[in-house]
């Protein structure tokens, strides 16, 4: 692939880790805006990138193919919409919004504009997880009787100026890492027949809950947290089970059956998510075909029933009420 060139908006951590990933492919950061002027020239002179003082003007520059929005979620809505407006193929983030409301908007604006854009949701652009998903669906373990996922990281223990601890940034457990569970249960085996989520609210935010996703069958139990450490997915049929320690960035999963143990090794990384959506976008494609819009849409709108069984509105979304 000939080198795929980005604006990037945004200029914080997650803009830093994965330029130092996928400058070692063949992409390039040509362009950078963030409402953080002196982050913004550090990270752009760190990846030879031009500072724009506008996110127009970073979109429209003329060496960009497509922009990569890494901000709090609660401006990925305005950014991408301004992108797609522009013609400009996107690569958001995750959660690409705060409501499936957020998320429609911009399905719809791409549709409309003919525009690719994509959550940038790593996990599933990895072969490590495409292949825990066909082991699944081919019926390696049999019929699923359990699904067990924990994610959880001590985010309370970070500032509370952190974007994770601050409800004005919809902060808290469930759309920072709880995105990540309940993505990975959608993809294998779609929208649930049922969500019941239990949780704790403190300060404006959830710091735990645990959401139970039932299916025909059998059940997806996920609990996340911001007071712990622990990452594991455990998936259990009537003819084996599936295990992935660090499931979300996972680099191996082990298929043990009555045959035997079968381990896969792969890469979750950002340079493949890029690369993958790159190539998506020279296809001259709209939507992804490793997160397609209806997925997207979905998992938010799973998220939304879990915020409303537990109380949870963030203040931007009360003076709209």
Same mark, same amino acid.
């Given at each position: 692939m000939d080198t795929f060139r980005w604006a990037y908006i945004g200029s914080g951590n997650i803009a830093r880790n994965t330029a130092k990933s996928i400058t070692k492919g063949d992409h390039k950061i040509t362009a950078v805006y963030s409402r953080n002027p002196e982050t913004a020239k550090a990270f752009a002179a760190s990846c030879g990138a031009t500072v724009y003082s506008t996110a127009e003007q970073a979109m429209t520059a003329a060496d960009v193919d497509g922009v990569y929005i890494a901000t709090p979620h609660t401006s990925h809505c305005a950014y991408a919409l301004q992108a797609i407006r522009l013609g400009? +193929?996107?690569? @958001? !983030?995750? #959660?690409?919004?705060?409501?499936?409301?957020? =998320?429609?908007?911009?399905? &719809?604006? =791409?549709?409309? %504009? *003919?525009? /690719?854009? @994509?959550? =940038?949701m790593w996990t599933w652009f990895s072969d490590v997880a495409l292949t825990v998903r066909q082991w699944v669906q081919s019926g390696r373990i049999g019929d699923v009787k359990r699904v067990e996922m924990?994610?959880?990281?001590?985010?309370?223990l970070m500032q509370k100026s952190s974007r994770v601890r601050m409800p004005e940034t919809a902060g808290g457990a469930l759309l920072d890492i709880g995105i990540y569970p309940v993505t990975y249960c959608y993809n294998l085996f779609g929208y649930p027949k049922s969500i019941?989520?239990?949780? $704790?609210?403190?300060? *404006?935010?959830?710091? /735990?809950e645990t959401v139970t996703l039932g299916y025909n069958g059998f059940s997806c139990v996920l609990r996340t947290s911001l007071t712990s450490l622990k990452e594991r997915c455990v998936i259990k049929g009537s003819r084996g089970s599936i &295990?992935?320690?660090?499931? %979300?960035?996972?680099?191996?999963?082990?298929?043990?059956?009555?045959?035997?143990?079968?381990?896969?090794?792969?890469?979750?990384? /950002?340079?493949?998510?890029?690369? $993958?959506?790159? !190539?998506?976008?020279? =296809? *001259?494609?709209?939507?992804?075909?490793?997160? +397609? #819009?209806?997925?997207? $849409?979905?998992?938010? $709108?799973?998220?939304?029933?879990?915020?409303?069984?537990?109380?949870?509105? /963030? +203040?931007?979304?009360?003076?709209?009420r």
């Open positions: 400009k +193929p996107v690569l @958001c !983030e995750k #959660p690409v919004g705060v409501s499936a409301a957020e =998320a429609d908007a911009m399905i &719809r604006a =791409a549709q409309e %504009h *003919g525009v /690719y854009f @994509c959550e =940038a924990d994610y959880a990281f001590p985010g309370m019941h989520c239990d949780g $704790r609210l403190q300060d *404006g935010i959830d710091i /735990y &295990r992935l320690d660090w499931f %979300h960035m996972a680099s191996k999963a082990v298929l043990k059956t009555d045959e035997g143990k079968e381990v896969f090794r792969g890469k979750t990384d /950002y340079l493949t998510q890029f690369t $993958r959506a790159a !190539e998506e976008i020279r =296809a *001259g494609k709209t939507e992804s075909a490793y997160i +397609p #819009p209806e997925a997207t $849409r979905d998992c938010l $709108r799973i998220l939304d029933v879990c915020r409303a069984q537990m109380g949870l509105v /963030y +203040p931007f979304e009360r003076s709209t």
